[in-house]
Antibody, heavy 118, light 111 residues
Framework: EVQLVESGGGLVQPGRSLRLSCTAS????????MSWVRQAPGKGLEWVGF??????????EYAASVKGRFTISRDDSKSIAYLQMNSLKTEDTAVYYC?????????WGQGTLVTVSS | DIVMTQSPLSLSVTPGQPASISCKSS???????????LYWYVQKPGQTPQLLIY???NRFSGVPDRFSGSGSGTDFTLKISRVEAEDVGVYYC????????FGQGTRLEIK
């Protein structure tokens, strides 16, 4: 059974950093790109970014709203994808989901809440 | 970025009646590989998003056949032939021909 479990969310002050983790199981992690999607309270879905597999260079893509502040990485030996969030803003407050692949994915984690507030 | 525009933003439907949601993209979603990268998700209350339709018209495994997707280029539609109470939620279209973007979401409620 495919499982994705996010962790690392919490309350953080504006300008500070936070790292989220997505621990995967039930599939060959190396074979899949991994994405992050967020949802601000009461709002719609916003794609954050994704990381390709090592076979495709392990390169990353980001939404304009987070580019230069957020970094996605992966540790295939541990089946974990990370989202490093720097220079956080109040508008980054959201539930952050990790998903397997970029689109057409039925596999989403339950999400972790990040609250950016002073 | 490709902008995805859904309409209506909310829908109230009597059980057993049909429903239709439109999604328009600011650029064509037809790739040179012949595929069109348009998807539909639903987020039911308190749940994570669920994949309904991929590549315009392909129902994901387990999705009831009352759901259908159609369209081409920049204009797409999700139809529910007979709405049931369990269909309540927010429906999103999404494109991935470029960096992924979602529509604003359409909230479906039952009358």
């Amino acid at each position: 059974e495919v499982q994705l479990v996010e962790s690392g969310g919490g309350l953080v002050q504006p300008g500070r950093s936070l790292r989220l983790s997505c621990t995967a199981s039930g599939f060959t992690f190396d074979d899949y790109a991994m994405s992050w999607v967020r949802q601000a309270p009461g709002k719609g879905l916003e794609w954050v970014g994704f990381i390709r597999t090592k076979a495709y260079g392990g390169t990353t893509e980001y939404a304009a709203s987070v580019k230069g502040r957020f970094t996605i990485s992966r540790d295939d030996s541990k089946s974990i994808a990370y989202l490093q969030m720097n220079s956080l803003k109040t508008e980054d407050t959201a539930v952050y989901y990790c998903t397997r692949a970029v689109a057409a994915t039925p596999y989403w984690g339950q999400g972790t809440l990040v609250t950016v507030s002073s | 970025d490709i902008v995805m525009t859904q309409s209506p933003l909310s829908l109230s439907v009597t059980p057993g009646q049909p429903a239709s949601i439109s999604c328009k993209s600011s650029q064509s979603l037809l790739h040179s590989d012949g595929k069109t990268y348009l998807y539909w998700y639903v987020q039911k209350p308190g749940q994570t998003p669920q994949l309904l339709i991929y590549e315009v018209s392909n129902r994901f495994s387990g999705v009831p056949d009352r759901f259908s997707g159609s369209g081409s280029g920049t204009d797409f539609t999700l139809k529910i032939s007979r709405v049931e109470a369990e269909d309540v939620g927010v429906y999103y279209c999404m494109q991935s021909i470029q960096l992924p973007t979602f529509g604003q979401g359409t909230r479906l409620e039952i009358k």
